[in-house]
């Protein structure tokens, strides 16, 4: 995979940038199949729990399946995989970290939108800034709700933004202006990389069949909250001066 000059200097410059249709058949059924896992073990919990609502997953609408590339086999293989070595090494460098891993997936006709948000909003408190990798792992339209972005430009900001919590869905929100952003319409196996501090949401899903995208998210170093000594997600080596310290210790 190769990541062009102009794929850096975009992403220095305004946020982002989309590489298409990068991924192998392989890849794809790996990270289909580990979504379906992943739901049917977020049904399970929720049965336990008697609820339809954990955070901001709702049953049959959205999902958001955090923290879990280890539970499915062959999972980490791609989340510390070549392409994501060579994604990192092009926009926070030599030194990487896996600071979070979720999979975004709505139902058929049913599933809700995302409001606009920085990922860094998510947070609450300032960091250095990461980056976040959202792989299609379906044919991405503006009908089953593919990611929106505001480069940094349309945004008028590449500061970290104070969100608000929506009272119903849970979603914090950074952004509410009147601009509709750059849709990422893409097949399935393309990239969108986006820096942890461009405005981006989704539409919801008016389609019958699943949309599903998988999101990882690299930091230069362990994101610490203030007053803390433990990393506020993740801290997984990944890449220690450019080389793969993951698939040599694990």
Sequence with gaps: ?????????????????????????????????????????????????????????????RYHIAKQYNLVPDLDQFVFGTVMEGICKATIGDNAYLFYDQYVAKA???????????????????????????????????????????????????????HKVHSESGDKIGYFGKETGIAAVVPAGSIVVFSSLVFHSSGPNTTDTMRRAYVTQYSEQPIVEPGSNTPFHLAVPFLANGKNVYTTTC
């Design 1 to 61: 995979m190769l990541i062009s000059n102009n794929d850096q200097q975009q992403f220095l410059e305004e946020g982002y940038f989309i590489l298409d249709s990068v991924l192998t058949d392989k890849d794809l059924e790996l990270l289909r199949s580990a979504c379906d896992t992943l739901i049917d073990a977020m049904h399970v919990e929720m049965d336990r729990l008697n609820t339809d609502h954990i955070h901001i997953s709702h049953r049959g609408q």
């Design 108 to 162: 058929a006709e049913k599933g809700r939108p995302f409001s606009w948000h920085q990922d860094g909003g998510y947070l609450g408190f300032p960091h250095s800034p990461y980056v976040t990798v959202w792989t299609a792992v379906d044919d991405m339209t503006i009908e089953n709700g593919t990611v929106s972005l505001l480069p940094y430009s349309v945004a008028g900001t590449r500061d970290l933004i104070q």
